[in-house]
């Protein structure tokens, strides 16, 4: 079943910014590391950023350092990444997830994750 719901995905200019919402319905993560990730055609799924429980430890990959923005709000039991100065290689479907918070000292990996969402299109034009 699906864990969590991602949104505000869509087509953008480069230079651009977007701001991705991972929404809970049915179930609370405030005690779970999250983080988003991406994933291109023919490409493997790969790390983008991720954020301890409390929000204290943020972690980013280089390619998106500087320009990304990872937060949540355990209250509304969502995640959010703003994505500023988007590019056209950031083009991809952008997935959240959520695992133990064992892993929130460091940047997740796709096999930390225990639940994913199903993703939300971006896609960045020159």
């Known amino acids: 079943q699906v864990q969590l719901v991602e949104s505000g995905g869509g087509l953008v200019q480069a230079g651009g910014s977007l701001r991705l919402s991972c929404v809970a319905p049915g179930r609370t993560f405030s005690g779970y590391a999250r983080g988003w990730f991406r994933q291109a055609p023919g490409k493997e799924r790969e790390f983008v950023a991720s954020i301890s429980s409390m929000g204290s430890n943020k972690y980013y990959a280089d390619f998106v350092k500087g320009r990304f923005t990872i937060s949540r709000d355990n209250a509304k039991n969502t995640v959010y990444l703003q994505m500023n100065s988007l590019k056209p290689e950031d083009t991809a479907v952008y997935y959240c997830?959520?695992?133990?918070?064992?892993?929130?000292?460091?940047?997740?990996?796709?096999?930390?994750?225990?639940?994913w969402g199903q993703g939300t299109q971006v896609t960045v034009s020159s």
């Open positions: 997830g959520a695992g133990p918070d064992a892993y929130g000292t460091r940047r997740l990996s796709v096999a930390d994750i225990g639940y």
